[in-house]
């Protein structure tokens, strides 16, 4: 019989990885796949020989929702960078639409907010195959390419789902739908949180609760790319719209395909109303009608790390684990699939080397995660009063007419992206020259309105073509 007792009473002795170690990570999606290619280059850089299998029972080369990973695809320029450091470039065929610009719709107006080097830098990405319904396959899953990365490794890819697992002499063991049972000296969850598998740890005793979760709704929209070009071209499109239970909402133009990605308390009415608002349908053409049958999903989304996210040769990584609030979810995955990895390597797989090296980048994920929750009520505060969102658009505009720094536009930039950490976000509207410019737009919008001005034709913002 096996022996129940989990590995996380060995005190935190040294475990180590050794040649012939054997490692199961189960989830292929993003953090599953960079934890096994970043653990298999270090350990090949040192000579050391490891057996690694990733469990995933989807094949991202299938059109949703057999091979899609429910998510809004968008790769931040901060991941695009860290992964040309690391050698890893993405093809032509991964990357759908390089995002070269936002667009914020408010009730008032709307403005571009260019990037800021003026390049290419974000990229719009199916994680699976295309939508339901896609009649062409001219483009490859990001997830499909990074577990083809992995498994150029030497990483083996086993095409079944785990659903138990168990302690035997100390170490893991997982059993699979299938009737397969192995022994692992160590354990990467990658499974995110939209998987019923993180129920099975939670029962093992070994202090993990996965984390807390709030609901997104994704609809991917047919346009054609002809449409696309016209209407979106190539820039992500966000609404900040005075919509009760609607906190936050974008079109991400991709092939023939626009995904809308809405965050909130989100129904079918809700979904109509906001397709109807006018800010929205100048993004549409205007004959434009959803099509019967559509793909759209209502996926959960990480808003609490979880507790405990290791133990003796078990290490829970990417959403499973702590990832940022909201935006940039698979570059943290990319950052806690790789210092779990370069852990497991140098440190050892025990409950005190996953806590001396891997738990500091967990931490500061959450810690920031904290700042970002401030941010984003002060963002629901501007949705709720016009003055606000009229100074805010008055400054951007200014700002990418090229009139003084950019401070407004970076802000928003980085806020949109999830390329900066969301504590430097905070410091710069902290500042006094920051606080002291928005105050000026907005105390100008009440002396307008009070003297019974107007801001032209209603829309103070840059309108978009």
């Avoid at 094949?59 to 695009?80: H, K, R, T, W, Y």
């Avoid at 095409?159 to 002499?169: C, H, I, L, P, Y």
């Avoid at 949180?193 to 807390?212: C, M």
Wanted: aromatic share 8%; hydrophobic share 40%; charged share 20%.
């Amino acid at each position: 019989m096996p022996n129940s007792t989990p590995a996380g009473e060995n005190n935190g002795g040294e475990l180590k990885l050794d040649d012939g170690s054997r490692v199961a990570v189960i989830g292929g999606a993003p953090a599953g796949s960079f934890f096994s290619y970043f653990l298999l280059q270090t350990a090949q850089r040192i000579g050391l020989d490891l057996q690694v299998d990733i469990y995933e029972p989807r094949d991202f080369s299938l059109a949703a929702p057999q091979g899609c990973n429910m998510c809004g695809g968008i790769v931040s320029e901060s991941l695009v960078q860290s992964l040309m450091v690391e050698g890893i470039e993405m093809p032509p065929n991964v990357v759908q639409r390089g995002i070269d610009s936002y667009v914020l719709h408010m009730a008032e107006g709307s403005v571009r907010i260019d990037t800021p080097l003026h390049e290419k830098r974000i990229a719009a990405v199916h994680r699976g195959n295309g939508p339901r319904g896609a009649k062409e396959h001219e483009w490859r899953s990001f997830d499909g390419y990074l577990l083809e990365l992995a498994a150029g490794k030497g990483a083996r890819v086993a095409r079944e789902r785990v659903d138990g697992v168990a302690w035997r002499d100390g170490k893991p063991q997982i059993k699979t739908r299938g009737g397969l049972s192995q022994p692992y000296d160590l354990l990467a969850v990658g499974t995110g949180v939209n998987s019923g598998a993180l129920k099975i740890f939670e029962e093992l005793g070994l202090g993990y609760q996965a984390p807390q979760t709030a609901k997104t709704y994704i609809r991917e929209l047919y346009l054609g790319r002809e449409m696309i070009e016209k209407h979106l071209g190539s820039s992500m499109h966000v609404f900040l719209l005075n919509m009760p239970r609607l906190e936050f909402a974008a079109l991400i133009p991709k092939g023939d395909y626009v995904t809308l990605v809405l965050l909130g308390e989100i129904d079918a009415a809700l979904v109509e109303t906001f397709l109807a608002a006018p800010a929205v349908s100048r993004c549409l053409p205007a004959d434009w009608r959803a099509v019967k049958e559509f793909c759209h999903c209502s996926p959960k989304i990480n808003i609490q790390s979880a507790v405990q996210p290791f133990a003796d040769r078990i290490v829970f990584i990417g959403d499973s684990g702590a990832t940022r609030l909201y935006k940039d979810g698979i570059g943290a995955a990319y950052r806690t699939s790789k210092a779990a990895a370069l852990t497991a390597v140098f440190d050892g797989v025990s409950s005190e080397a996953f806590r001396r090296r891997y738990w500091p980048v967990c931490r500061n994920i959450s810690t920031d995660n904290a700042l970002g929750k401030l941010i984003f009520l002060v963002t629901r505060h501007i949705q709720r009063w016009p003055h606000d969102r009229r100074a805010v658009l008055r400054m951007v505009s200014k700002e990418q007419q090229g009139n003084g720094q950019r401070r407004m536009s970076m802000v928003l930039w980085d806020i949109f992206t999830g390329s900066a950490p969301y504590k430097d976000i905070l410091l710069r509207t902290l500042r006094p020259a920051f606080l002291a410019r928005v105050m000026w737009f907005v105390a100008t919008d009440f002396w307008i309105k009070m003297n019974g001005g107007s801001h032209g034709n209603g829309r103070v913002g840059q309108d978009i073509p």
